[in-house]
């Protein structure tokens, strides 16, 4: 099992270019997030889908939209990049929705925004 | 709205030495409470996580936390401190809202020299 995977592990994009960040998993679970990870922030919610076929917002989720393609698949897309997105993105599975659920993390897209 | 307060962007231990990372929550209700941790390079994994019932959790690694809701806190200690335990920690918090939605702290990089 390869569990959380995420595509690309690096990019550089010019400001007003577009692109897509993939995330998949293979562990048959409901809810997948979008987070990113800024130095001194900790982690900051994106979006989130609590099960196939739905999204919601989270805490920062200006400037990004998400597709949930199916069970295994959640893919962040950033319409015209910006400078302020230059981040690191996590993906993260959980089995059920409930509250006492482990998040289990991907490896991590670094996104750098010139 | 609830949020985690990690005091100390860094801590350094010598190798050996007893290991404390803090953590605060503010809360109106008890809530669900974890601690993850990062290897450079890497995504996030918990360490440990308390829900209910006994409030002194024991995690991988060596690590423990202990939930005192008098003081809102959540802190990580490990005995003593590898090597290997150099990395990022983050507290998280899960309001009771039924549905899995974390809170990070900003986190708290552990530094451990020989």
């Known amino acids: 099992n390869a569990g959380v995977t995420q595509t690309p592990k690096f990019q550089v994009l010019k400001t007003g270019q577009s692109m897509t960040l993939q995330c998949a998993q293979d562990?048959?679970?409901?809810?997948m997030y979008w987070y990113r990870q800024d130095p001194g922030m900790g982690l900051r919610l994106i979006y989130y889908?609590?099960?196939?076929?739905?999204?919601d917002k989270g805490e920062v989720p200006n400037g990004y939209n998400v597709s949930r393609l199916n069970k295994r698949e959640f893919s962040l897309r950033l319409e015209s990049a910006a400078p302020s997105q230059t981040s690191v993105y996590f993906c993260?599975?959980?089995?059920?929705?409930?509250?006492?659920?482990?998040?289990?993390f991907g490896p991590g897209t670094r996104l750098l925004v010139l | 709205a609830q949020s985690v307060t990690q005091l100390g962007s860094h801590v350094s231990v010598s190798e050996g030495a007893l290991v404390l990372l803090r953590c605060n929550y503010s809360?109106?209700?008890?809530?669900?409470l974890f601690w993850y941790v990062q290897y450079p390079n890497q995504g996030l994994q918990l360490l440990l996580k308390?829900?209910?019932?006994?409030?002194l959790v024991k995690g991988i690694n060596g690590f423990e936390a202990e939930f005192k809701k008098s003081e809102t806190s959540f802190h990580l200690t490990k005995p003593s401190a590898h090597m290997s335990d150099a990395a990022e920690y983050f507290c998280?918090?899960?309001?009771?809202?039924?549905?899995?939605?974390?809170?990070f702290g900003t986190g708290t990089r552990l530094l451990v020299s020989p």
């Open positions: 889908s609590a099960s196939e076929g739905t999204t």
């Open positions: 809360s109106s209700v008890p809530p669900y």
């Open positions: 998280a918090v899960n309001p009771n809202t039924g549905f899995q939605k974390l809170v």
């Open positions: 993260a599975t959980v089995p059920l929705a409930g509250v006492r659920e482990t998040q289990y």
């Open positions: 562990m048959n679970h409901n809810s």
């Open positions: 308390y829900t209910t019932g006994a409030t």
